[in-house]
């Protein structure tokens, strides 16, 4: 069956524009997460949705970063005026719901440049 | 949630078996071991994960020390599609994120 997608696989803008990355889950994953892996590091957790709980924004490194989840399937993840330090692939995954250590499948990433 | 700690790189030649080791010696009653791997320039994917007892699937196996302060996944037969980085984390139940540490990053030799 489908995967999770990712669109754009990669997305140049110039510094101070705003981008919007998107993210289509597997049919019926209820939870949702947004990731990112700067150059030589590892993932970092930004934000996730669970179903129509308020959404976990703990990991979201400043007020330029913001998410939204429509009709609990799209997520689409904003980042306002970017910056360089922003560059990144920024990865979405999603789950099964429940309390049961299931799996999450990811995305391949969108690739972001800031310059 | 708990650290982990891992191996910066190991090598393995192909066709012969590897053994990833991880220490997690805070880990909880209540937290299961998982392994995910990355290839390059793709999205993690799941390896495998256990709780306990050790576990077998298609792709690997996870051998849990009964202290379960240390896992060691095992690749029966390195190939070369299994040169990732693979990374060994510890999760509650339920929909918490996953904490990605550095990972170990395999190289497997011809």
């Known amino acids: 069956g489908a995967g999770v997608s990712q669109s754009p696989s990669n997305k140049v803008t110039e510094k101070g524009k705003d981008v919007e990355l998107r993210c289509d889950p597997i049919?019926?994953?209820?939870?949702l997460y947004w990731y990112r892996q700067s150059l030589g590091q590892g993932l970092e957790f930004l934000i996730y949705f669970q179903g129509n709980s308020a959404p976990d924004k703990s990991g979201l490194p400043s007020d330029r970063f913001s998410a939204e989840r429509t009709g609990g399937s799209v997520s689409t993840l904003t980042i306002q005026r970017t910056q360089q330090e922003d560059s990144a692939v920024y990865l979405c995954?999603?789950?099964?719901?429940?309390?049961?250590?299931?799996?999450?499948?990811f995305g391949p990433g969108t690739r972001l440049t800031v310059t | 949630d708990a650290k982990t700690t891992q191996p910066n790189s190991m090598e393995s030649n192909e066709e012969e078996p590897v053994h990833l080791p991880c220490n997690h010696s805070?880990?909880?009653?209540?937290?299961?071991i998982h392994w995910y791997r990355q290839l390059p320039s793709q999205g993690p994917e799941y390896v495998i994960h256990?709780?306990?007892s050790n576990v077998n699937n298609r792709m690997a196996s996870l051998a849990i020390a009964e202290d379960r302060k240390s896992s060691t996944l095992i690749l029966h037969r390195a190939t070369l599609r299994d040169a990732a980085v693979y990374y060994c984390i510890l999760s509650g139940s339920g929909n918490t994120p996953l904490v990605f540490g550095k990972g170990t990053r395999l190289s497997v030799i011809a």
């Open positions: 049919s019926g994953h209820t939870a």
């Open positions: 805070t880990i909880s009653g209540t937290d299961y």
């Open positions: 995954a999603s789950r099964v719901g429940g309390s049961a250590p299931y799996e999450q499948y």
């Open positions: 256990g709780l306990t």
